[in-house]
């Protein structure tokens, strides 16, 4: 398979035009050991969160955080404080939050406080009318989100983490930023031609489609883009949107972009997990984050 290249992942992305990058704070409050802070990023005011430690300081690492689909457009960015059905309790963000890190998220486009936007069909309708793609407008908005936590916490090194349409998103920005030194992604790496064949690719929402991508490439091209840097691969065996034939050629792909560095890429393979977070992934991505921690002296190395 032919190596994708940044620029052209983000020509087939059609993200459409960038957001200014401001952002204001609308509320800020103390929640028991965390401190909560809201956001309105961009010209087009994207809702976002903020969570962090009361005696957090300047320079600690920090996560962009991307929320999940789960045909729930009401949680959205809330998913990081009050969890949802997909992840174990309490949230996971909240226990990597406690655990010194900054941890930031936003609404996507029709979800959470942007669901006066349209639904999702619409709006990945009205994308493809235009040329782009409602995948393209959601990581416009999470580099926008990203370039938000930069101004406002000044983070020693950031990595990106999500779960489901979550993870992919937390693989694209670290495929396109190489200033996020780690991605984690739970629940969704998979190629897309393989799942295609069969039928399992409507499992996903509208907003899963980037055209012209399987022409020389697929989903796993995008992850290895982020080779060499650290990154962690969560998936249940018994998840449909993740089966052995199209996360076995998605793995070969990731695997040979990290011939050179084994040790940096991290596979949990749960042979009896659907499409939830187990106790064991969540033991593992937070022992892959501490890792981070404390290998930041050569991260980017």
């Known amino acids: 398979m032919k190596s994708l290249s940044r620029p052209e992942l983000w020509r087939l992305l ?41 005696d957090s300081t300047p320079g600690a690492p920090a996560l962009l955080y991307c929320h999940a689909h ?15 059905p997909a992840l174990q309790d309490p949230p996971l963000a909240k226990v990597i939050a406690r655990t010194g890190w900054t941890v930031f998220c936003a609404d996507m486009p029709g979800f959470g406080a942007r669901q006066s936007l349209g639904d999702e069909s619409a709006l990945a309708k009205s994308a493809h009318w235009h040329g782009q793609t409602l995948l393209g407008q959601m990581v416009n908005d ?61 499992l996903h929402g509208p907003y899963m489609t980037i055209p012209g991508l399987l022409k020389e490439h697929d989903m796993s091209s995008i992850a290895a883009l982020i080779a060499p840097r650290h990154q962690f691969v969560a998936t249940g065996d018994a998840d449909p949107l993740t089966p052995e034939a199209a996360y076995a050629p998605a793995m070969a792909t990731l ?41 930041a002296g050569h991260l980017s190395a």
């Open 142 to 202: 999470q580099l926008l989100a990203l370039d938000v936590l930069i101004d406002a916490v000044r983070p020693s090194r950031i990595a990106t983490l999500g779960i489901s349409m979550g993870g992919t998103l937390a693989y694209m920005v670290a495929a396109l930023r190489e200033d996020i030194v780690a991605a984690a992604h739970l629940c969704v790496f998979a190629d897309m031609a393989p799942l295609i064949k069969d039928g399992a690719h409507d």
């Open 14 to 54: 059609g993200p459409g035009a960038s957001d200014e990058r401001s952002h204001v704070v609308v509320a800020d409050h103390v929640d028991g050991d965390l401190r909560i802070r809201h956001f309105r990023c961009g010209k087009s005011r994207i809702p976002a969160v903020s969570m962090a430690p009361v």
């Open 255 to 295: 695997a040979r972009a990290y011939r050179d560095h084994p040790e940096r890429l991290t596979v949990i393979r749960d042979m009896a997990a659907g499409h939830q977070e187990t106790p064991d992934m969540r033991k593992a991505v937070l022992s892959f984050l501490a890792g981070l921690s404390q290998r």
């Open 70 to 84: 789960g045909n729930a457009y009401d949680i959205g960015k809330s998913e990081v404080l009050e969890g949802r």
